[in-house]
């Protein structure tokens, strides 16, 4: 479909998913080459923040190789469409992370403010490392210091829908990723 609405607005496509699909393996491809040394005994979690990463993190799990336990946090910002500037837990990161190697898995990364705070909270957990893999990053409006260490995606600052991410709750099962269509 070129257009879809949801609720009152109407988004037009942005990137098919073919786009998504081939961003998705050559991040796998270098999750598999960083974590190669991930072992049973000491397994990489993928910490996925819901609700918008889900689709993304399912679609790691199906192309990453190596030992990995799933976790996961939900932390939000959006309101709408836009950031309200406040990080709000509503569930909070798992206990037992203290010594371990953690991926973030995010859908989209702009103002960087639930990064900064995932970050922050691992950091008090005392992980042994933390990094972030995102399928889209908000170049533009990204000002923070944390570093992103996968980014499947760069995108101009857009309000987008589809593959995870939401319009007020609708629209995270389009395969596609569809923009505001002004």
Known sequence: MEKITLHDKTFRLFIPNQDIEKAIDA????LNQDYADSTDQDPAILLCT??????????LLKRVNFPLVLKACKLSSYQGTSSTGVVKTDVPLPNN??????????????????????????????VKDARVCTLLLKKDVYDKDVKLDYVAMEIPNRFIVGFGLDYDELGRNIKDIYVLDD
């Open 27 to 30: 991040v796998a491809l270098q």
């Open 97 to 126: 992370l203290e010594g371990k190697r953690v991926i973030i898995v995010e859908d989209i990364v702009d103002t960087g403010n639930t990064i900064v705070a995932m970050t922050e909270q691992l950091r008090q957990k005392n």
């Open 50 to 59: 819901l609700n918008g990463a889900v689709i993304f993190a399912a679609e």
